[in-house]
């Protein structure tokens, strides 16, 4: 196969297992709160209601509104050519490295957020207001996980990152390489709208974030932002499942080793679904104003990432 | 290049002469704009050449004020780089300027605005083609005093004035130590550039301390650093925009040029504190600056802020560079240096256009705040465009321009974790969340500065009223936007060349670190690369993708335009949705450590019962740390020494003509006793 075509390919592949991801997680969830809980292929069937659907667009809204779906989802797509879902070298490696990949997200949320502010609602703004206030917190962690990466690898370059652990595969335990993984963990909960930062099952417009921006959605945008929301939660899987253990990823490319690397793939995404529906169960959603301490607990942990990695170099 | 830098001179000469001459009519306005544009053209094109390594360009004309030495002018790559962002400001600006200022048609203040922006175009121009003392501190008093009149030419609003004396203030407390600093580097002698590095060399180790940090301030004054900003958001605010769309644009960047000319050629960089000091003051200004934005009603006010934070961006890529030489990690010095030159174009870019779109929406609503702005992408779609698409850039997003940079920064701060000081690994791991928190504040701040004004229901008469601005300030807006798109897409043949001429100021052979490798660019290490190309090309592709195959195989209903969902609420009112002060106040709050908000709520209840609001009135004010506790006292111990000066001006001739015949006997006393003649 091409190098060339793996990148439509990788995309393909986590567009058709997101949703799944995501009900999984909500599968689990049930059962882990002993409910019956929904099949896990029910976001499949969501997906296809919606995009069925008619859409209903408040007359306060501009044509920002109508595109922000499309920027949000085309964002989020773009990032899995990037990431090292499949393979290692990635075929378009070259085009962007985990900054890119940060920064593409960030670029969806900030249309979001305006799409939000668009119809003139009180919740919109609010969530905004809120997503944006945790994104910016977020930033520095994320920075600082990408450098502690970065300097083990010598690169931030995604696939560089993977095959040093690879190769290496002592380095997967280094401190550095844990407190790194703990913090984008941390960073995760928050950039996804996990408990405890955001409930994404919530249905108090007051405490939601995420889904307080969206609440003006219908029909195939809802569906667009809900298929990307369930896109970037594998995104960020995949790169706590492949950056920091990367076996099970394919390094050359034949069919055995691709169809390998999607089964591994299925298998982390799970196993990350499992702890997250574990964490959901168990906690509760913090405050507002209880957020930033989260995250300037996953900055610690990114500040002590680097000082690891520095001090081991 | 000899006729290109004549037609540039001669391009703005014409343009103050035409303002002067022709009237206050249309035919003045648009002459000094044309002229004005010819100028900019011939000033980027003798920018492009030699940045391009074209024969060096200079220029010496000892008749120009022989009594002091004479004129030199000459240009390398340093100096191209800010001419050329000058002059990518200056013609938008110029052509936007015209139909801004069309409103002051048959007032005098056409003519002195006409006049005074070509002027300081012209002397703006010239700084960075500056080669000697006293062509450089010509040309940049020039442009300050300049800029000082545009500040001032809606004089008759009331807090115009007060935002022009600060201006003034600190524009001059700058120069003094820029004085300062040129007349201890001067050995005697001509003082062109080239004698002043022969004779940097030979300064000892204290006095080039002292120059440097004379330099820092004098220069820092103009560019905004923090603690020396406070003009910033007092002068961009009562400028016309288009002036304040130059003085943000490129002014406050000659501070940036007059650092590295002196700092890195002149002196030829110094001890590692002095990098540390930059990077410290370049984060501080980074941080703050944005946290000042974020909480700022007025958008041309938050648009000061945001120069005060990307001129800190700036100048922690200086920093970055002036310490990575001074631990002879020269290649990533050349590094650090192309990308803070590299965002110092770029911000000059969407800095000009964010303006121009602020001073569009001023012209159409008349305020400023965006509590009374809204729903202005209705009335006004293609400023809102281009404010939307400043916006993404300046939030550092990709595919534009402003991400570009920023990337180009962060890998820039990389390699200085393998230093060989702990300490120097400690400060860049800092200065790293710094920027990372600075790009994420900033993409809120812009959030906030376009959804509010832009989106939504309009929040007063005015703003519903708006008005689209007319075609020559759309131009000027356009330009600029497609620029952003165009630093962004040939960033790859750009960085290279901003890369060749940063080599030789850190002492470096050209042509310095390759950082070209196709349509990707690289760190001088080659390990991490990004293709601005590539993603922009595939960001688009996928969207269009995206779009066809929603458009093919989703339902094809029409849309249903319904009411904004409110939990039942039977009318919507703009009264309902958030503010921009409602946008910031979860920041705010998390940040109440460094704002100090103050509250005010007054409640007024109806006289039978408690139960009943009549209305409530809040008032919120964060607390301004630099005003009071830095400038506050100084300003109060300057007003005291002054009164206690005033004892002397009693307004009496005869105690006037006593100070004259004191001074003469003093003076005569002080001769015969050195014995002088």
């Given at each position: 196969m091409s190098p060339w075509l793996l990148g439509p390919v990788q995309a393909a592949v986590a567009l058709m297992l997101a949703p799944g991801l995501v009900g999984a997680i909500r599968w689990m969830k049930a059962r882990l709160q002993s409910r019956q809980g929904?099949?896990?292929?029910?976001p499949y069937l969501e997906l296809r209601k919606l995009f069925a659907k008619e859409v209903v667009v408040s007359s306060n809204a501009s044509w920002l509104f109508r595109a922000a779906p499309f920027i949000v989802f085309g964002s989020t797509v773009t990032v899995t050519l990037l990431v090292p879902l499949l393979t290692v070298p990635l075929p378009l490696g070259g085009a962007g490295d985990l900054l890119v990949v940060v920064y593409l997200l960030l670029l969806g949320t900030f249309f979001l957020a305006l799409a939000g502010l668009d119809p003139g609602s009180p919740f919109g703004g609010m969530g905004a207001s809120r997503e944006m206030t945790v994104a910016a917190l977020a930033e520095p962690t994320v920075a600082l996980a990408i450098f502690a990466l970065a300097w083990g690898a010598g690169s931030t370059n995604l696939g560089q990152i993977a095959s040093r652990t690879l190769i290496t595969p002592s380095e997967a335990l280094a401190p550095g390489h844990v407190l790194a993984f703990a913090a984008i963990f941390l960073v995760t909960l928050a950039e996804t709208g996990r408990l405890p930062v955001d409930n994404p099952s919530t249905h108090l417009e007051l405490t939601m974030i995420h889904e307080a921006m969206v609440l003006e959605y219908s029909g195939r945008y809802l569906a667009l932002i809900e298929w990307a929301a369930a896109l970037k939660l594998l995104v960020f899987f995949s790169l706590l499942g492949n950056l920091f253990a990367p076996w099970g990823v394919a390094s050359a490319i034949t069919p055995g080793a691709l169809l390998w690397a999607v089964l591994a793939l299925a298998l982390k995404l799970l196993a990350l679904g499992g702890v997250i529906a574990l964490v959901e169960t168990h906690i509760a959603k913090l405050r507002l104003f209880r957020v930033p301490e989260l995250l300037s607990a996953s900055f610690i942990l990114a500040l002590l990432a680097v000082t690891a990695s520095f001090l081991v170099r | 290049m000899r006729a290109l830098f004549f037609l540039m001179v001669s391009g703005y000469a014409t343009g103050a002469a035409a303002s002067l001459v022709l009237g206050t009519g249309p035919l003045a306005r648009w002459t000094s704009t044309l002229v004005a544009v010819v100028g900019a053209a011939a000033g980027l094109g003798l920018a492009t050449g030699a940045s391009m390594g074209g024969a060096a360009f200079s220029l010496e004309a000892p008749d120009l004020l022989a009594s002091a030495g004479g004129l030199a002018f000459g240009l390398d790559g340093l100096g191209a780089v800010f001419l050329a962002l000058t002059s990518l400001v200056a013609a938008p600006s110029a052509l936007y300027g015209a139909g801004y200022s069309r409103?002051?048609?048959?007032?005098?203040v056409q003519r002195q605005a006409g006049f005074m922006l070509n002027l300081f175009l012209l002397s703006m121009s010239l700084v960075p083609l500056a080669d000697g003392t006293l062509t450089f501190l010509l040309f940049w008093e020039g442009m300050s005093l300049s800029s000082y009149f545009l500040v001032m030419t809606e004089a008759d609003r009331p807090e115009v004035s007060g935002a022009g004396q600060w201006y003034l203030g600190m524009t001059q407390m700058g120069l003094a130590c820029l004085l300062g600093a040129f007349l201890l580097m001067q050995a005697g002698g001509p003082a062109t550039f080239a004698h002043l590095r022969a004779a940097g060399a030979m300064l000892p180790a204290g006095t080039r301390d002292l120059v440097f940090v004379l330099a820092l301030i004098g220069f820092g004054s103009k560019a905004g650093l923090i603690p020396l900003h406070v003009w910033l958001p007092r002068a961009h605010p009562a400028a016309p925009s288009h002036v304040s769309a130059l003085m943000s644009g490129a002014m406050i960047k000659m501070g940036v040029y007059g650092l590295l000319r002196i700092g890195l050629d002149v002196l030829g960089g110094g001890p590692a504190w002095w990098g540390a000091l930059v990077i410290g003051l370049g984060a501080l200004s980074a941080v703050l600056g944005v946290l000042y934005a974020l909480t700022e009603d007025d958008l041309k006010r938050l648009l000061a802020y945001s120069s005060v934070e990307n001129i800190g961006v700036i100048v922690l890529g200086v920093g970055a560079a002036f310490l990575f030489q001074s631990l002879q990690m020269l290649p990533a010095a050349a590094f650090a240096l192309a990308a803070a030159l590299f965002h110092a174009v770029n911000h000059a870019a969407f800095k000009g256009l964010l303006f121009m779109g602020a001073g569009a929406v001023l012209h159409a609503?008349?305020?400023?705040n965006m509590n009374r702005l809204g729903g202005l992408i209705r009335g006004m779609p293609w400023t809102a465009a281009c404010f939307l698409l400043g916006s993404v850039a300046i939030a550092g997003l990709p595919p534009l321009n402003g991400f570009v940079s920023e990337w180009l920064l962060f890998q820039s701060l990389l390699p200085g974790i393998g230093a060989p000081s702990p300490l120097v690994a400690v400060l860049m791991v800092l200065a790293l969340g710094m920027l990372a928190l600075t790009a994420g504040l900033a993409a809120a701040c812009f959030v906030k500065a376009f959804g509010i004004t832009f989106l939504a229901i309009p929040r007063s008469p005015e703003a519903v009223a708006a008005h689209e601005a007319d075609r020559s300030m759309r131009t000027g807006m356009i330009v600029l936007a497609a620029a952003c798109l165009l630093l962004s897409v040939g960033s790859f043949v750009i960085f290279p060349r901003l890369s060749t001429v940063a080599a030789p100021l850190v002492g470096l052979p050209a042509p310095g670190p390759v950082v070209r490798a196709g349509l990707t660019l690289q760190t001088p290490d080659g390990l991490a690369q990004m293709s601005p190309v590539i993603v922009t090309v595939g960001l688009g592709l996928v969207v269009l993708v995206a779009w066809l195959a929603v458009k093919r195989f989703a339902s094809r209903r029409p849309l249903r335009v319904g009411e904004t969902w409110?939990?039942?609420?039977?009318v919507q009112t703009p009264r309902m949705e958030y503010t921009s002060t409602a946008f910031a106040e979860p920041l705010r709050r998390i940040f109440a450590e460094f704002y100090r908000p103050t509250e005010d709520v007054s409640i007024d209840f109806h006289p039978d019962s408690r139960y009943f609001v009549q209305s409530i009135s809040y008032r919120s004010a964060i607390l301004p740390w630099f005003d009071r506790y830095l400038y506050a006292p100084v300003i109060a111990r300057i007003r005291f020494w002054s009164e206690r000066v005033l004892?002397?001006?009693?307004?009496s001739v005869h105690a006037y003509l006593a100070y004259l015949v004191a001074a003469l006997v003093l003076l005569l006393g002080w001769l015969v006793v050195t014995g002088q003649r």
């Open positions: 929904s099949p896990p292929w029910q | 409103a002051w048609d048959g007032r005098p609503t008349g305020t400023r409110g939990c039942g609420r039977v004892t002397l001006q009693s307004g």
